[in-house]
């Protein structure tokens, strides 16, 4: 059965950038014709789509986010990650990867981790 | 960019009905699917409906949806109320280039 598992700082500072990594168990990235992607969610607040790569590298953004985030997959690790440069308060959020089977269909939800940016 | 309005809270009595809406500000609802997740209290969203009507194994067939041209808006319906159904549900949908998510709807089973 699939799994997703987020990992990264807790705690980032004002104007650096978030790192988080999502490793992907009980399916191989870079076999499957999925899409990977990150979700946030600030706290108290909705779902924010950040952004998604097809496994053969094409990448979709947020529009809102486009200039400040990357995407990225290590196939040798069977991971993806995702960096949000210049960040603020505003990117305080639950922070969720997600598989998608094509990129109309729902999205697979791994169990988020809290990123609080703080000085 | 598109948006999706969901109504912010909506309440029934256990083993009651409600349906929670989703309208979209522009383009065709029925031209790209529509999921909706239920998400309870510190845990990940879960898809209970996936293209517009479509139930994943394992969601109880108490959940239902559809989507409604004239108004340009996808519904999720919940009958037979019971207290685990109290969450909060997203409606998601998408174009060329962005996903988007509606704004959440709080459910309470009174």
């Known amino acids: 059965q699939l799994q997703l598992q987020e990992s990264g700082p807790g705690l980032v500072k004002p104007s650096e950038t978030l790192s988080l990594t999502c490793t992907v168990s009980g399916d191989s990235i870079s076999s499957s014709s999925y899409y990977w992607g990150w979700i946030r969610q600030p706290p108290g607040k909705g779902l924010e789509w950040i952004g998604s790569m097809y496994y053969s590298g094409h990448t979709y953004y947020n529009p809102s986010l486009k200039s400040r985030v990357t995407i990225s997959i290590d196939t040798s690790k069977n991971q993806f990650s995702l960096k949000l440069s210049s960040v603020t308060a505003a990117d305080t959020a639950v922070y969720y990867c997600?598989?998608?089977?094509?990129?109309?269909?729902?999205?697979?939800w791994g169990q988020g981790t809290l990123v609080t940016v703080s000085s | 960019n598109f948006m999706l309005t969901q109504s912010h809270s909506v309440s029934g009595s256990p083993g009651k009905t409600v349906t929670i809406s989703c309208t979209r500000s522009?383009?065709?609802?029925?031209?790209?699917?529509v999921q909706w997740y239920q998400q309870r209290p510190g845990s990940a969203p879960t898809t209970v409906i996936y293209?517009?009507?479509?139930?994943p194994s394992g969601v109880p067939d108490r959940f239902s949806g559809s989507i409604d041209s004239s108004s340009n808006s996808a519904s999720l319906t919940i009958s037979g109320l019971i207290t685990e159904d109290e969450a909060d549900y997203y409606c998601q949908s998408y174009d060329n280039t962005n996903h988007v998510f509606g704004g959440g709807t709080r459910l309470t089973v009174l």
């Open positions: 522009s383009g065709t609802i029925a031209s790209n699917y």
């Open positions: 293209e517009d009507d479509q139930r």
């Open positions: 997600a598989r998608q089977f094509s990129y109309v269909s729902s999205f697979y």
